[in-house]
Every structure is written in structure tokens, then in C-alpha cells.
């Protein structure tokens, strides 16, 4: 494992493109910490968004998993440029003849995908355990160390999303083509939802919404949103600004083990037919 993964470090460490690409992430990630310094001061509205609660412990793991997970694209990119790179620059031809194999190759970009999702998962719970102690009102142990399936089902979602990426990028061996493949993919999947949607027309919309997400949450990139569901309906202020208008926001967006189960189900597949593609391929 190591030897493979010092490998695919050796190629990146050489890649220009993606060492700017890596550094920017982790800056975007870091600059989570910049919504603490929001601030409206006009005349007698006085605001500071960190003093109204979203880095409240257990609260900060929702909020900065799913804020942080939107920056995934970065980290795609180099993802999808290292596969690339390798079509582009021989260097996948000349690993095999050098004695590695493809099922060591396909590991060497697995654990890579691996890799960057527990660096970047660390990353985020170092970055919220900071911020949740300088502003969360409570500091208990307890507090603190409650709702970390969050972070689990960030790293989840992050090695079926790069996976995602990694087939795409075998698949079409070009790093924009294999962006375009998954945005299509995410244009295909919310086609199906409207669809539904309109199939169902004729019966109660809660019942509607609720069939649909029923079928939605099996195909892959739904399934990898479902992990980490919006946090802002969770938000006590939010809720309470609801209630006084007669709203009622309470919904389940706890993290459900079906859909770890159906984005490490995917993660599978997309491992799987990226190896079977490579050990088919005439190269």
C-alpha cells in the first residue's frame, strides 16, 4: 500500500497543476473560518454570525462537513487530471512495463482517493474543533465529541465522489471531458427526478416527494448529497424564526447507515469497472 501511494505522491509532487489546485482546497477549507469574521453594523442592528450559533458544538460538525463538501471540486479536478496525465504522458504505459500491475495500478489511484479524503476529513475536524472551541458555547467533553458521524460521512462521501471521478477519468482519459461526463451525469439524474416527479403528479405531494427520494437515493450522486443533508433547517435560531410564523422545519437530517451503505456500494462499482476497463483496454 505504502509503496503504491508513494508512487502516486511522486507523480503529484512533479505536477504543477495539481499541487496549486491542492493548495487552493485546503485553503477554501480554512477560510471556513472567515464566516466567524461576518459582521453588520448598521446604526442599531449590531450582527455577528458567529455569535449566533453555527459553531455551536455538536452543531459546527453538520455545518462545516457540509459547507466543506461543496469544495469536492477541487480536489475532482486533481483527481481527474492525474488519471488523465497518465494517457497523456505514458507514464501509465510505463508503470505496467516497469512491473506494475493493473490491479496494483487501480489500487495506486484508490489509495490516493483514500488518501486525499482522510487528509481532507482531519483537515475539517481540526479546523471545526479550533473554531468550535474560540465561539461554541459549550465545551463539554461530551458536546464536543457527539455527532462525529458527520465527519464519517464526509469521508464517505468524498472517496465515492473522487471514485466517481477516477472512473470518469479512465473512462474518457481526458481531465475536461471527464468533468463534463459528471456533470452530465448530475444533469441526467435531476431530468429523472422531474420525471418522477410528473409521473407521480396526481397524488399528494408529501406522499410524491417521499416515493421519489425513495428511488432518488439509489442512484450515486443523490445518494452521496443524502449523506450530508442541509443543516440550516436545524439551525435553532432558524427554527424558532419558523415556529413564530407557524412553520414547521423539523425534519430527520441525521446521517442514515442506507446511505453509507448505497455510496460504499457505488465506491465499488466505480473501482470495479475502472479496473475492468484498464485490464480490457489495449494500452
Not at 469544495?71 to 475532482?76: I, N
Not at 479546523?127 to 464517505?156: K, R, W
Request: aromatic share 18%.
Amino acid at each position: 500500500m505504502f509503496r503504491l501511494l508513494n508512487i502516486e505522491f511522486h507523480k503529484l509532487k512533479h505536477n504543477r497543476a495539481s499541487k496549486v489546485l491542492s493548495i487552493i482546497y485546503f485553503g477554501l477549507l480554512t477560510s471556513i473560518a472567515l464566516i466567524a469574521a461576518i459582521k453588520f453594523d448598521i446604526g442599531p442592528i449590531k450582527f455577528h454570525l458567529a455569535d449566533q450559533g453555527i459553531f455551536n458544538f455538536p452543531y459546527i460538525w453538520h455545518f462545516n462537513t457540509y459547507i466543506a463538501a461543496i469544495l469536492k471540486f477541487f480536489l475532482l479536478l486533481v483527481i481527474v487530471s492525474m488519471m488523465a496525465n497518465e494517457y497523456s504522458h505514458k507514464t501509465l504505459k510505463q508503470n505496467l512495463i516497469d512491473g506494475l500491475s493493473k490491479k496494483e495500478f487501480i489500487l495506486s489511484k484508490f489509495y490516493t482517493v483514500i488518501a486525499f479524503a482522510a487528509i481532507s476529513t482531519v483537515f475539517v475536524f481540526l479546523v471545526s474543533l479550533i473554531l468550535g472551541y474560540a465561539y461554541s458555547d459549550y465545551n463539554e467533553f461530551s458536546i464536543v465529541f457527539s455527532d462525529l458521524e458527520y465527519l464519517f460521512a464526509f469521508f464517505i462521501k468524498l472517496v465515492g465522489f473522487f471514485s466517481f471521478g477516477l472512473f470518469m477519468g479512465i473512462l474518457v482519459k481526458r481531465s475536461a471531458f471527464a468533468v463534463g461526463g459528471i456533470v452530465v451525469w448530475f444533469i441526467a439524474e435531476s431530468i429523472f427526478k422531474g420525471y418522477l416527479f410528473w409521473q407521480f403528479k396526481n397524488s399528494d405531494f408529501s406522499e410524491v416527494s417521499e416515493r421519489v427520494n425513495g428511488i432518488m437515493r439509489f442512484l450515486p450522486l443523490e445518494a452521496m448529497a443524502n449523506l450530508i443533508k442541509e443543516p440550516f433547517t436545524s439551525f435553532n435560531a432558524v427554527r424558532s424564526a419558523a415556529r413564530r410564523m407557524g412553520e414547521d422545519l423539523s425534519k430527520n437530517v441525521d446521517v442514515q447507515f442506507l446511505d453509507i451503505a448505497i455510496v460504499s456500494f457505488w465506491t465499488f462499482i466505480f473501482i470495479f469497472l475502472s479496473y475492468r476497463l484498464l485490464k480490457k483496454r489495449d494500452l
